[in-house]
């Protein structure tokens, strides 16, 4: 355990944590810290690159508040998705120092990241109805130092708007495509495009949309090959795993540069 960690833990019984859990991390080392209805993992940021989300719904903002508090005297942010507006401002009201965004329905407390790269994740988005799963990819995105592209209210039903938009696909070095409906819109795009493309069906769709599972299996069958499909409106999923791809170009010598903003 380094010092940083002790200074982590310390802050944390400063701010509500439980003094017991302290002294059961100071002598045992665990990445963690137990506020008795969450044990809050401040050692995620460590292994995996990236510090842990807040699934806000079905927690109350008294839960969240505890939560937000560990996170960010161990990282100086708290991020979460699925938060209500009520819950939001009751959060807010309480911690300060972040901001609400209602249609992506993420809230953000502390500073976002410093920029992890300059190369551009793409997020396309088939219709209006699809924005706000693709927000929560591009606030995620943002917040945790990736620069975004938004194409929006490019889908099949009138393809020549996504032809309009091949220069700023080809300059992104990842590409999110969220579609509900049939789904059909990553299967285009996969097959213009040579970059790594993550799919997001939304559940988007009159009766035999089946709530997204059938923009699922469409983008699940496609005839592009290649392309990564998330779950069903899952478009925070989509950008960890945009970020997991650019921190990895990044860390082995920024190939693929060629993708990045003139």
Same mark, same amino acid.
């Given at each position: 355990m380094t010092p940083e960690d002790v200074r982590m833990i310390l802050e944390a019984v400063r701010d509500g944590a439980p003094v017991d859990s302290a &002294?059961?991390?100071?002598s045992s080392g665990l990445g963690f810290v137990d506020i008795g209805d969450a044990s809050v993992d401040i050692d995620r940021e460590r292994r995996r690159g990236f510090p842990e989300v807040i699934y806000c719904a079905s927690k109350t903002a008294g839960q969240i508040i505890r939560i937000a508090r560990v996170l960010l005297s161990a990282h100086g942010l708290a991020y979460g998705t699925r938060c209500a507006p009520d819950v939001a401002e009751e959060v807010l009201r309480e911690i300060g120092d972040g901001a609400y965004d209602p249609l992506s329905r993420t809230i953000r407390i502390g500073a976002p990241h410093a920029q992890l790269t300059a190369l551009t994740t793409g997020v396309i988005a088939a219709g209006t109805s699809d924005l706000p799963v693709a927000e929560e990819a591009c606030m995620t995105l943002e917040t945790f130092g990736a620069p975004v592209e938004r194409i929006y209210d490019v889908g099949v039903a009138g393809i020549h708007r996504l032809l309009g938009e091949r220069d700023r696909m080809e300059r992104s070095a990842v590409l999110i495509v969220v579609a509900g409906m049939e789904g059909a819109l990553p299967s285009v795009v996969g097959g213009l495009s040579r970059q790594p493309l993550i799919a997001v069906p939304t559940s988007v769709g009159y009766g035999a949309a089946l709530g997204g599972f059938t923009a699922l299996l469409g983008m699940l069958t @496609?005839?592009? @090959?290649?392309?990564? &499909? &998330?779950n069903i409106d899952n478009g925070f999923g989509a950008a960890m795993a945009s970020l997991g791809i650019l921190r990895a170009i990044e860390e082995r010598g920024g190939a693929g540069r060629e993708h990045a903003h003139d």
């Open positions: &002294v059961e991390r100071l @496609s005839c592009a @090959s290649g392309i990564t &499909v &998330v």
